[in-house]
């Protein structure tokens, strides 16, 4: 975007007006029905137009894509979730606000944990591995407990929301002004959604704000207070030595420091001792800590598939079943370095055999039916990539399915899936778009393109026509309205993505007489 222009409101278009007073008109709405509220961990007064209701609902809709996103559920020791609910139910018993919470292991090797609005909290198994007693994981979890009860993900995404908002706006309002790249975002907010609130760049006070309330509920609880101040240790330490994908997302969320520890530690010093359960720890979590050599295994032969070194892949996916061969994960990635070495038929098995150990994870449905797509059997594949969204919407599943249905001559179920996979930037997603655009077109030119009449300098009528997609659209017909009847005009050449096209004429109006002047985009093609 090479520069910013800020309209008057007597410039916006019909639509853009519309938009700009239906967005101000909502944020009145949610302010005198919501408003200031109190904060039930500080009781301090705060701005808050999410309502609980709504924070609730947004917790529930986005906490299972969410874990899907992040490894699924963490299922070969279900005695793991058990420990780590039951020690989040003592914490939230003792918090200052009643919510629903639940509490999931992710079977992912990152140093994480996260907090979503409504009480929804995940672990994940890398993390637990990082602990040394039970006070720490209740540190972990009381932490995350005050994320949700003081509602600091709901504030974030209140933020994210109002700033979308006005983007939104904004988009409509200046498209005359701008590069319209930005309108291809507009209404695909399911994704986003969820990497907002997974995302969240909690603020200091935020932090400090878990920290000393998280320790008071550890306390409230009978633990030891001082397992908060270990473990800040322990993250300042793997933040300190490590690099990469595993620990980037704790600690650009959480960021420890020295300061967050001598303060937690002072702290600490005004609570009184409790429980530490180190030997509790690690006998609850004796399942967990034995298999740890497979996941290290399992994270090498992931690596290995990235360099597409598929033979040692291979070799460390055997080597993880060797030590657990119940987890589907081990499974998938023999399976993926089996595909990428050619035996089609092995690497099926692989799949097929990853499905029945985690049946409600998307990716092994997704794998088997991409898989199948790849192999000619339609039918087979289409069960699969089915199943897979059952569990979490793919660029990659959704385009094949829509791809499916466009072959039976299903277009309106062909157009819900391409556009859905449209909203993803994966090449999927792009790949869905212009397959949707192929199709729609030349009936619907107009849900992808704009058109306005305007004067020239010298008064000329012009027709200018905005392709609002990143692909190139030729044999554009626009039609003409006008007190004397109706014309259809061609565009003379192809309009690039997010450009567009002016047709001058040498006809000559006034100003006043264009007011009765309108066009609208009857049909395109996509570009060969």
């Known amino acids: 975007m090479n520069r910013f222009y800020c309209p008057r409101i007597d410039e916006f278009t019909a639509d853009a007006r519309r938009l700009l007073f239906l967005i101000i008109a909502m944020l009145f709405t949610l302010f005198f029905l919501n408003g200031c509220a109190t904060n039930p961990v500080t009781g301090k007064n705060e701005l808050m137009l999410i309502s609980e209701s709504m924070e609730l609902e947004m917790g529930q809709k986005n906490y299972l894509p969410a874990r899907q996103m992040q490894g699924g559920d963490y299922v070969?020791?279900?005695?793991?979730t058990a420990y780590v609910r039951e020690v989040g139910q003592k914490l939230a018993a003792v918090s200052d606000r009643k919510l629903p919470y639940e509490f999931s292991v992710l079977n992912n090797s990152g140093i994480n944990a996260w907090a979503m609005p409504g009480g929804k909290l995940a672990i994940n198994r890398g993390l637990l591995l990082k602990m040394d007693s039970e006070a720490e994981l209740a540190a972990v979890l009381?932490?995350?407990?005050?994320?949700?009860?003081?509602?600091?993900?709901?504030?974030?995404?209140?933020?994210?929301?109002?700033?979308?908002?006005?983007?939104?706006a904004a988009t409509l309002a200046i498209q005359d002004s701008v590069d319209d790249e930005s309108t291809q975002a507009l209404g695909l907010m399911g994704a986003e959604v969820v990497a907002t609130l997974l995302n969240s760049k909690f603020s200091r006070d935020d932090e400090r704000q878990s920290d000393h309330y998280g320790m008071t509920y550890m306390s409230r609880a009978g633990y030891d207070p001082y397992g908060a101040v270990r473990m800040q240790e322990v993250l300042l330490n793997e933040s300190q030595g490590q690099q990469g994908d595993l620990i980037s997302n704790m600690f650009s969320s959480h960021p420890p420091s020295q300061e967050r520890i001598n303060i937690n530690r002072a702290f600490a010093t005004q609570l009184p001792a409790g429980k530490n359960g180190r030997d509790e720890y690690h006998q609850r979590l004796a399942s967990l800590f034995k298999v740890a050599p497979a996941y290290a295994a399992y994270d090498e032969g992931q690596k290995a598939i990235k360099a597409?070194?598929?033979?040692?892949?291979?070799?460390?996916?055997?080597?993880?079943?060797?030590?657990?061969?119940?987890?589907?994960k081990f499974h998938l990635l023999r399976g993926s370095a089996l595909e990428h070495g050619r035996n089609s038929r092995a690497?099926?098995?692989?799949?097929?055999?990853?499905?029945?150990?985690?049946?409600?994870?998307?990716?092994?449905?997704?794998?088997?039916?991409?898989?199948?797509?790849?192999?000619?059997?339609?039918?087979?594949?289409?069960?699969?990539?089915?199943?897979?969204?059952?569990?979490?919407?793919?660029?990659?599943?959704?385009?094949?399915?829509?791809?499916?249905?466009?072959?039976?001559?299903?277009?309106?179920?062909?157009?819900?899936?391409?556009?859905?996979?449209?909203?993803?930037?994966?090449?999927?997603?792009?790949?869905?778009?212009?397959?949707?655009?192929?199709?729609?077109?030349?009936?619907?030119?107009?849900?992808?393109?704009?058109?306005?009449?305007?004067?020239?300098?010298?008064?000329?009528?012009?027709?200018?026509?905005?392709?609002?997609?990143?692909?190139?659209?030729?044999?554009?017909?626009?039609?003409?309205?006008?007190?004397?009847?109706?014309?259809?005009?061609?565009?003379?050449?192809?309009?690039?993505?997010?450009?567009?096209?002016?047709?001058?004429?040498?006809?000559?109006?006034?100003?006043?007489?264009?007011?009765?002047?309108?066009?609208?985009?009857?049909?395109?093609?996509?570009?060969?």
Do not use: C, W
């Open 76 to 80: 070969v020791n279900p005695e793991v």
């Open 347 to 528: 690497a099926l098995a692989a799949y097929r055999q990853a499905v029945n150990l985690s049946p409600t994870y998307y990716e092994p449905h997704l794998r088997l039916g991409l898989l199948l797509d790849g192999m000619g059997h339609r039918y087979q594949a289409k069960q699969a990539l089915e199943n897979s969204l059952r569990f979490l919407k793919s660029a990659s599943a959704l385009q094949r399915l829509g791809s499916y249905a466009l072959a039976d001559g299903n277009s309106n179920l062909a157009r819900q899936y391409l556009r859905e996979a449209s909203a993803s930037n994966s090449p999927d997603g792009q790949k869905a778009y212009a397959e949707l655009l192929g199709f729609d077109l030349p009936a619907n030119a107009g849900n992808y393109l704009t058109a306005q009449v305007s004067l020239s300098a010298d008064n000329r009528l012009k027709y200018v026509v905005r392709n609002n997609t990143p692909f190139p659209i030729s044999n554009v017909i626009i039609q003409s309205n006008e007190p004397s009847g109706s014309q259809r005009l061609s565009m003379n050449s192809a309009i690039p993505g997010y450009q567009k096209s002016t047709l001058l004429t040498n006809r000559k109006l006034k100003q006043e007489e264009l007011y009765s002047f309108s066009v609208n985009v009857i049909s395109a093609n996509l570009a060969k």
């Open 142 to 168: 009381g932490h995350e407990i005050v994320h949700a009860a003081a509602k600091h993900g709901a504030r974030q995404m209140q933020q994210a929301l109002l700033l979308q908002g006005a983007m939104m």
């Open 308 to 328: 597409k070194d598929y033979h040692k892949a291979r070799a460390m996916a055997e080597q993880a079943i060797s030590i657990e061969p119940r987890e589907a």
